[in-house]
T-cell receptor, first 113, second 114 residues
């Protein structure tokens, strides 16, 4: 139990639709990151939020966007879904500077048909 | 750009045998190094991490890893495999001071043979 909760756990969307995934960080954590893990691959960094501001972005198109709220919970939004967006989306929270432990949620499985 | 290479996408060992999972990284600056484990249909759990200091790092479940700068390696070992160790293992690296953006390897699936 990492204290990071994600919802929904599974969902199916149609190509072209939009999806919102949610993450509740561990209490006291002010940094949240999102990762995409395609089947059989390692997680890939999408972006990170620190105190409600985007703090870095990986190699993902603008249709991947996010928000972090004052209570440090977070959302990942994906517009114009493509089949290749089918993956496990992982949220990770931490506090402060590098070297601190990062806690991952169990992920949201997205299937795009 | 930083990268992580995990040699061997699948590793099988007998119960009670030594577990060795290999990880090499590329970097021009000192990295932070991590090993994560992922059980089926679950998220990632931190096994151990190297930030600074002692190069031999001990983690949970009897795992340990040694940071070897000259070899740019951070191999994961466990002296005696247990059936419960069967899982996917990911090596990851962070090079950015002040944040925790991780670059992951492609993973190694560990199978334990009874």
């Amino acid at each position: 139990e990492t204290g990071v909760t994600q919802s929904p756990t599974h969902l199916i969307k149609t190509r072209g639709q939009q999806v919102t995934l949610r993450c509740s960080s561990q209490s006291g954590h002010n940094t949240v990151s999102w990762y995409q893990q395609a089947l059989g691959q390692g997680p890939q960094f999408i972006f990170q939020y620190y105190r409600e501001e985007e703090n870095g972005r990986g190699n993902f198109p603008p249709r991947f966007s996010g928000l972090q709220f004052p209570n440090y919970s977070s959302e990942l939004n994906v517009n114009a879904l493509e089949l290749d967006d089918s993956a496990l989306y992982l949220c990770a929270s931490s506090f402060g500077s590098s070297g601190n432990t990062i806690y991952f949620g169990e992920g949201s499985w997205l299937t795009v048909v | 750009a930083q990268s992580v290479t995990q040699l061997g996408s699948h590793v099988s060992v007998s119960e009670g045998a030594l577990v060795l999972l290999r990880c090499n990284y590329s970097s021009s600056v000192p990295p932070y190094l991590f090993w994560y484990v992922q059980y089926p249909n679950q998220g990632l759990q931190l096994l151990l991490k190297y930030t600074t200091g002692a190069t031999l790092v001990k983690g949970i479940n009897g795992f340990e890893a040694e940071f070897k700068k000259s070899e740019t390696s951070f191999h994961l070992t466990k002296p005696s495999a247990h059936m419960s160790d069967a899982a996917e293992y990911f090596c990851a690296v962070s090079f950015n001071f002040g944040n925790e953006k991780l670059t992951f390897g492609t993973g190694t699936r560990l199978t334990i043979i009874p």
